[in-house]
């Protein structure tokens, strides 16, 4: 089995900053893309950043210069730090990671539980 387990949400006021991680564990024999989704109340769960095994990034076009995504292989653990928040990115957001297990040939999407984030205008 593998899980994914997210920290690093909270309250924070406009302009303010938070850093989210996603740690990854359990029978993993690689992973390939992870990334970061969100929903807010009411709406759709959508796309907000990316990363490929090699590092390549993709970012929603409403959060680009603002956060940034990055991973750590060795702890099989992806980062979105979020910057100048707007009271628009309120949502819960949650990790998704494409795994291999061990002993298995297929890939698959693993959803971690979700964290909240809470942006005050």
């Known amino acids: 089995q593998v899980q994914l387990v997210e920290s690093g949400g909270g309250l924070v006021q406009a302009g303010g900053s938070l850093r989210l991680s996603c740690a990854a564990s359990g029978s993993i024999f690689s992973i390939n893309g992870m990334g970061w989704y969100r929903q807010a109340p009411g709406k759709q769960r959508e796309l907000v950043a990316r990363i490929s095994s090699d590092g390549s990034t993709e970012y929603r076009d409403s959060v680009k210069g603002r956060v940034t995504i990055s991973r750590d292989n060795a702890k099989n653990t992806v980062y979105l730090e979020m910057n100048s928040l707007k009271p628009e990115d309120t949502a819960v957001y949650y990790c998704?990671?494409?795994?291999?297990?061990?002993?298995?040939?297929?890939?698959?999407?693993?959803w971690g539980q979700g964290t909240q984030v809470t942006v005050s205008s």
């Open positions: 998704n990671a494409n795994v291999r297990p061990r002993a298995t040939s297929g890939s698959y999407n693993y």
